[in-house]
């Protein structure tokens, strides 16, 4: 796999997607799959997601999230696999329909061992409909600070679901450069064989 040049890139990409319909559709079956699968096993929603009110609409975007970071970035969807990374074996994809919003990460428990390792690559998309836009992407570890801990929720009814939610101008640690994070992914396939590995990062 030769390696093209930031020019070429661009001009041969966009971080804005339009879903065609099957696509649109084959994200809503990938979302229903995964809805179905967790009621069936009894599986508990993370981070006190509401699965009565919430449960089938977030999985079908988180879904559709991925799927537009697949097709972007020209990796494989693993479509319905349960706690694997989203997309290619190496990033998880966090959605949100407002164009501002926030990428989200959850605090690491070395000792129950959940949340989001520090580790771990994250990309956010935006969007509805047939719409979106991949925003940009980070490490974990690098949004896991005290100045983006909080809570985005307005429900003031519910307990608020706290989270590190970093913004989009947060440039320090959110790269909106897609050819960098292109340039990483396929570079560590040149490194081991075709493989998408993402070696261990120290934040």
Do not use: Y
């Given at each position: 796999m030769n390696m093209i040049?930031?020019?070429?890139?661009?001009?041969?990409?966009?971080?804005?997607?339009t879903l065609t319909q099957p696509e649109y559709d084959l994200c809503v079956y990938a979302g229903t799959y995964r809805r179905n699968y967790a009621i069936e096993h009894k599986l508990t929603p993370k981070y006190g997601l509401d699965a009565v009110r919430n449960g089938l609409g977030a999985d079908i975007q988180g879904a559709i999230g991925e799927f537009v970071v697949a097709?972007?970035?020209?990796?494989?969807?693993?479509?319905?696999?349960?706690?694997?990374?989203?997309?290619?074996?190496?990033i998880d994809v966090r959605m949100t329909k407002y164009p501002n919003g926030h990428l989200i990460i959850h605090?690491?428990?070395?000792?129950?061992?959940?949340?989001?390792?520090?580790?771990?690559?994250f990309v956010l998309v935006t969007g509805e409909g047939l719409e979106y836009d991949v925003r940009g992407w980070m490490y974990a570890g690098f949004?896991?600070?005290?100045?983006?801990?909080?809570?985005?929720a307005n429900d003031k009814n519910k307990e608020p679901r706290l989270a590190f939610n970093v913004p989009q101008t947060a440039k320090d640690v959110f790269n909106p450069d897609l050819f960098k994070l292109q340039q990483l992914v396929w570079g560590n396939m040149q490194k081991n064989g075709g493989v998408v590995k993402l070696e261990r990062r120290v934040i």
């Open positions: 040049d930031r020019n070429n890139f661009l001009n041969m990409v966009s971080n804005h997607i097709k972007r970035l020209n990796l494989c969807w693993s479509i319905g696999g349960i706690g694997e990374p989203d997309v290619g074996g190496i605090e690491w428990d070395t000792k129950e061992q959940k949340g989001d390792h520090p580790d771990k690559l949004a896991q600070h005290p100045r983006f801990w909080g809570s985005l």
